[in-house]
């Protein structure tokens, strides 16, 4: 059997709070899935209004939807800014570990109010229950292993993973909410954006050929160079950036990690630096402070920018993008 999650209570307390929370969830699945023509879910704390429902696919096979769902809950940040992204306000979103709130990127006013559910790797399930969802987003890979729990709730749409495919997410979350219209609209604006900051940085020619190389400094982790099968690769490609010959050796495309020993690998026209956690524990201090950093060409030439690592790896999505494309544009005209 899988329990509710609890911190702290005696083993008698837990159980009773677990098959509370078990029963407001499937009374609340009952009237969040009703059929189409359904009308028993006045009073049920349902946004969706008509009762209208539409199949959106998912990692999780097909999946009955809300046609206009009010009550949203959000799993993680890339779930958040598409929400956020298409004008949708969730009632209950995740934290990431490492920080204190929602991404601070994102406009205060779109955030407020959003009920905290806990941490993304553990959210709290009676808390999400407590907000009587008309559906919630999240993906397989951050929340496959609850996904029983959550359908009870309410209808959980899941893409497979996150990150590089943040694209095809982004349509899955707009069909489930709903937005597939203002999608469309998001999209295009992005790519003019895109194309506006390879103008900036000198026209297509110019931007293959400056080499870029992202750096993540992980407490508790090695140093990451990031690969070409993540988000923020996505952008560089569609600026039309080069990558040097490191980032094709990523593990699984996702990151090459090196030691503050082999940091010299990570050299490169241009390098975004962010870090993740404590400087001294991620060993950024030591890395930073070392000559064979300081010897690095990028260094040398003052061509490393130290950017949010909130906003350049944990956003993913289109208004974190939109952020990124002016930062970007920003220190690549520099000089």
């Known amino acids: 059997m899988t329990s509710v999650n609890l911190q702290s209570g005696s083993a008698s307390r837990r159980r009773s709070l677990a098959a509370g929370a078990l029963a407001l969830s499937g009374a609340l699945a009952l009237s969040a899935c009703g059929s189409s023509d359904s009308s028993d879910d006045s009073g049920s704390g349902s946004g969706s209004g008509s009762g209208k429902t539409h199949v959106v696919k998912t990692a999780m096979g097909d999946v009955k939807v809300p046609v206009a769902p009010k009550r949203v809950v959000v799993l993680d940040t890339a779930e958040l800014d598409s929400a956020i992204t298409l004008g949708v306000k969730p009632v209950g979103s995740t934290h990431v570990e490492a920080s204190s709130g929602f991404p601070s990127y994102l406009p205060k006013d779109k955030v407020s109010g959003i009920k905290d559910v806990g941490e993304m790797l553990n959210p709290n399930m009676e808390a999400i229950a407590a907000l009587n969802p008309d559906v919630i987003l999240t993906s397989k890979i951050r929340h496959a292993a609850k996904y029983e729990q959550l359908k009870q709730i309410a209808p959980t749409v899941m893409t497979e993973n996150t ?15 709903g937005k597939k219209a203002e999608a469309k609209k998001v999209v295009s604006a992005y790519d003019a954006h895109a194309e506006k900051v390879t103008t900036a940085v000198g026209g297509p020619a110019k931007a293959k050929a400056t080499e870029v190389n992202i750096v993540r400094f992980v407490e508790g982790a090695d140093i990451r160079i990031y690969g070409e099968q993540t988000y923020i690769a996505t952008l560089l490609k569609d600026v039309g950036l080069g990558r040097p010959a490191i980032a094709a050796k990523a593990k699984d495309g996702f990151s090459y990690d090196v030691s503050p020993e082999k940091i010299d690998l990570a050299d490169a026209d241009v390098i975004f630096r962010s870090t993740y956690g404590d400087p001294k524990k991620s060993k950024q201090t030591q890395t930073v402070g070392s000559s064979l950093w300081k010897n ?37 005209t520099k000089k």
């Open 163 to 177: 990150g590089h495919p943040w694209k095809e997410n982004f349509q899955v979350h707009a069909d489930a909410l």
């Open 296 to 332: 690095m060409g990028a260094v040398k030439k003052g061509n490393v920018h130290t950017v949010d690592d909130e906003l350049w790896i944990q956003g993913i999505g289109y208004t974190a993008a939109n952020k990124i494309l002016d930062e970007m544009q920003k220190s690549l």
